[in-house]
C-alpha cells in the first residue's frame, strides 16, 4: 500500500513569508497528525484531527500556524508568518483511528527560515 | 503528566556488539510504549511497541525491549549490532487512554556502529 506523502520535500523562505505543507495520508485513515521536529529534538505533535474534525491543537501556535484537512483526506499546515525558529521539520502522520499503536510516519517537510 | 527520558544522546558501538538504549518514562496511567527508529532524510518506522501483556517485547530487525515497570524503563537491546543500525532513535510514550491520544517522544538517541 503506498504511504503517507508529503511535499514540498524541502523549503526555504525569508522570515515573515509565509510557506504552506500538503499531507496525503494512508487511503482509509481517519486520524492524521502534523508533528514539528527541531534539529536535535524529538518530535512534537502540533495538531491531531480526526476525520476532518480537530482533536488536539493545544501545541499549535495559532497565531502563525493553521491546518485543515477538508472532506477528511488530505491535509495543508500553513505558517504565516514564518520565524526563524520555524526552521525545521515538519513530519504528517495517520493511523486508522485514534489507537495510536498503528501511526504511519511520512518523510517530512525540511523548513529553513533565514 | 506523562514524559520521556532518554539518557544519552549519542550512542557508539562497534559492529558485532551489544546495542543498548536507554529510556525511562514518566507516566500516572498504565503506559503504552514505542521505539521509533529514524534514517536520514526520512520519516520514522516503528520499531516495537507494548501495550499489554508480554513484557519482553520483540521488533523489527533483531530489536527487543522490556517494560518494567518497577524502574519506569523501556530499554532497546540488540545483541549484535550491524552498520545497518546507524539511525537515530526515539522512544515515545501515549497520552491520554491507554489506547488513544498522541504520543509523545523522547529526545533521541543517535546510534553510530563502528566497523
Known amino acids: 500500500e503506498a504511504g503517507v506523502a508529503q511535499s514540498p520535500r524541502y523549503k526555504i523562505i525569508e522570515k515573515r513569508q509565509s510557506v504552506a505543507f500538503w499531507c496525503n495520508p494512508i487511503?482509509?485513515?481517519?486520524?492524521l497528525y502534523w508533528y514539528q521536529q527541531i534539529l536535535g529534538q524529538g518530535p512534537k505533535l502540533l495538531i491531531q484531527?480526526?476525520?476532518?474534525?480537530?482533536?488536539?491543537d493545544s501545541q499549535l501556535p495559532k497565531d502563525r500556524f493553521s491546518a485543515e484537512r477538508l472532506k477528511g483526506v488530505d491535509s495543508t499546515l500553513k505558517i504565516q508568518p514564518a520565524k526563524l525558529e520555524d526552521s525545521a521539520v515538519y513530519l504528517c502522520?495517520?493511523?486508522?483511528?485514534?489507537?495510536?499503536?498503528?501511526?504511519?510516519f511520512g518523510s517530512g517537510t525540511q523548513l529553513s527560515v533565514l | 503528566a506523562q514524559s520521556v527520558t532518554q539518557l544519552g544522546s549519542h550512542v557508539s558501538v562497534s559492529e558485532g556488539a551489544l546495542v543498548l538504549l536507554r529510556c525511562n518514562y514518566s507516566s500516572s496511567v498504565p503506559p503504552y510504549l514505542f521505539w521509533y527508529v529514524q534514517y536520514p532524510n526520512q520519516g520514522l518506522q516503528l520499531l516495537l511497541k507494548y501495550t499489554t501483556g508480554a513484557t519482553l517485547v520483540k521488533g523489527i530487525n533483531g530489536f527487543e525491549a522490556e517494560f518494567k515497570k518497577s524502574e519506569t524503563s523501556f530499554h532497546l537491546t540488540k545483541p549484535s549490532a550491524h552498520m545497518s543500525d546507524a539511525a537515530e532513535y526515539f522512544c515515545?510514550?501515549?497520552?491520554?487512554?491507554?489506547?488513544?491520544?498522541?504520543?509523545?517522544f523522547g529526545q533521541g538517541t543517535t546510534l553510530q556502529v563502528k566497523p
Open positions: 515515545a510514550v501515549s497520552v491520554g487512554s491507554s489506547n488513544t491520544g498522541k504520543l509523545i
Open positions: 487511503s482509509g485513515h481517519a486520524t
Open positions: 484531527f480526526q476525520n476532518n474534525g480537530v482533536v488536539d
Open positions: 502522520a495517520s493511523s486508522p483511528d485514534l489507537a495510536v499503536r498503528n501511526l504511519f
